[in-house]
């Protein structure tokens, strides 16, 4: 991704902003401008919007702790257009990967079409280093023109002294994950903010706090506390840190891969190192326990908002996973969240707390489901059974997994057999 502000002098802009920022913008993704449209009013093809820059640097400024703090959250450009014509362009950030996505756009007033364009991710380095250098250009300029108190430079220039401050910006991305301001935070938010730091730190105090929603926010801070008094042999897998020592190199992460494919290549190992038969199906989290040498493991009432806690200390990991009910969906629901959290455990050792929730578009969220899918429903054995005619619901019935996660195999198989490779 890249911007290209050609600057126009002497506008004929009414705002002073406006008029210091006027610009000729192209917006490069995978080299592709996502400015370029085509106008049917004159039957031409135009490489660039022509429009004063202010208003898209002060929006990405503005939202810049909610697009790097929060998950599961798309930034769309166009909301920053005030007036003047944007292409269809959305950023959105999984803690790991940037994600840049254009799609094909018909604008009104004026009347205009963007073309589509594809795709690209970005380390999350170098997805900074560009919106700075294209906040910091609009600001230089609005400085030259002697506007340096303008909203657009003001917040520039406060959000820079925050990212070059460790313990604020932390604190900047926290509240981005929560989805509010930084610099608007009431008493009461930071207050939760700073009690849900003592529990939680880094990726996971992030995905905590994206996933809180409108969930009872103390509840799930009071919740995580009781489990952990939870007598420990109800929770404790006495074997996980071990197994993760033998397939610790199946859960590196490789250069240029997303986070979620070494969800799945630890599940493959995982479950070859528990010799577990490709078309056995895994019951309950009792049943998994077991095989990880506790034989005494419940699950435990639960939190909306929350489906699991794994949490380390003496030694040992310990899950605590949110009971559902008797029914089938329940169990299944169950069983997915135990997987999910022993995935968590596995592929992030250096923890302390984390949770398994409902965010989809998360870093460790995705690498936990990914876990789960292919240690309950390996795709090699749900091949298999497609290849010999079974449908999705025989296939989910012998495997004792919701159809849903049969779905998620067979429509990732291409992903799964990439990162098996």
Request: include cysteine.
């Amino acid at each position: 991704m890249r911007f290209s502000t050609d600057w126009i002098d002497h506008g004929p802009n009414a705002s002073a902003e406006e008029r210091a920022t006027l610009c000729r913008l192209g917006l490069y993704v995978s080299e592709e401008n996502a400015c370029r449209f085509f106008d049917p009013t004159s039957n031409r093809t135009c490489d660039h919007v022509t429009v004063p820059a202010v208003h898209l640097a002060e929006g990405l400024a503005t939202d810049w702790w909610s697009i790097f703090g929060g998950r599961d959250r798309e930034h769309a450009i166009r909301k920053y257009r005030t007036g003047f014509a944007l292409p269809d362009v959305t950023l959105g950030f999984d803690g790991s990967t940037f994600e840049i996505r254009g799609e094909q756009f018909a604008s009104t007033n004026p009347d205009v079409r963007f073309w589509q364009v594809g795709r690209e991710d970005l380390a999350r380095g170098a997805a900074e280093s560009i919106l700075a250098e294209f906040i910091e250009g609009v600001a230089a300029r609005l400085a030259a023109a002697g506007l340096s108190d303008s909203e657009a430079a003001l917040r520039w220039s406060r959000l820079s002294r925050s990212l070059d401050n460790a313990d604020e910006r932390a604190f900047c991305e926290a509240a981005g994950a929560l989805g509010i301001d930084p610099y608007g935070v009431s008493d009461a938010d930071a207050a939760f903010i700073e009690r849900a730091a003592e529990l939680f730190s880094g990726e996971s105090l992030l995905e905590f706090l994206a996933g809180v929603g409108g969930t009872a926010r103390e509840d799930l801070l009071n919740w995580v506390r009781d489990v952990e008094t939870r007598p420990r042999e109800h929770a404790s897998l006495r074997e996980l840190n071990d197994i993760a020592d033998r397939i610790i190199a199946g859960t590196r992460r490789r250069p240029g891969e997303r986070a979620w494919a070494t969800g799945y290549r630890a599940a493959r190992a995982f479950r070859d190192v528990l010799d577990i038969p490709p078309g056995k199906g895994l019951t309950s989290p009792g049943d998994i326990a077991r095989r990880l040498g506790s034989h005494t493991f419940v699950c435990t009432s639960g939190v909306a908002g929350v489906s699991a806690l794994v949490s380390r200390g003496d030694g040992d990991v310990r899950i605590h996973v949110r009971e559902r009910g008797a029914w089938d969906w329940a169990r299944h629901a169950e069983n997915f969240a135990f997987a999910r959290a022993i995935g968590d455990a596995v592929c992030y050792r250096d923890t302390q707390r984390s949770v398994v929730n409902n965010l989809r578009q998360a870093e460790r969220q995705a690498v936990g489901r990914a876990f789960a899918a292919e240690f309950l429903a390996p795709v090699k054995r749900v091949l298999y059974m497609t290849g010999s005619g079974c449908d999705v619901d025989e296939i989910a019935g012998s495997l004792d997994v919701s159809p849903q996660v049969i779905d998620w195999q067979l429509e990732n198989q291409d992903r799964i057999r990439q990162a098996c490779a």
